[in-house]
């Protein structure tokens, strides 16, 4: 059985910092990439980072220079570090892993940024 499980997530003041992680198990193929989602109260799901098994990265916009992702291909890991977090951060963060044939979702992690 295919499961993503995050962790890291919590609550944090505006302009502090958390590092999520997820590990993916029960995957039998090579990964070809990982990443990380979130969605806010009353909206749509949207790409934070993603990540090849080739290292390659793509950010969303919003969060460029203040996201960084890695990934450990052997492992099946990805992490999130997030720098000077605003409180539009605050959003259920999905880990998601995909192969050639599925893509896979872990069930979110909460990280909300408030003072």
């Known amino acids: 059985q295919v499961q993503l499980v995050e962790s890291g997530g919590g609550l944090v003041q505006p302009g502090g910092s958390l590092r999520l992680s997820c590990v993916a198990s029960g995957i039998i193929f090579r990964l070809n990439g990982m990443g990380w989602y979130r969605q806010a109260p009353g909206k749509q799901r949207e790409m934070v980072a993603t990540?090849?098994?080739?290292?390659?990265?793509n950010y969303a916009d919003s969060v460029k220079d203040r996201f960084t992702i890695s990934s450990d291909n052997a492992k099946k890991t990805t992490d999130l570090q997030i720098n000077s977090l605003k409180p539009e951060d605050t959003a259920v963060y999905y880990c998601n892993a995909y192969d050639s044939w599925s893509n896979y979702w872990g069930q979110g992690i909460q990280v909300t940024v408030s003072s």
């Open positions: 990540i090849t098994n080739r290292g390659t990265t």
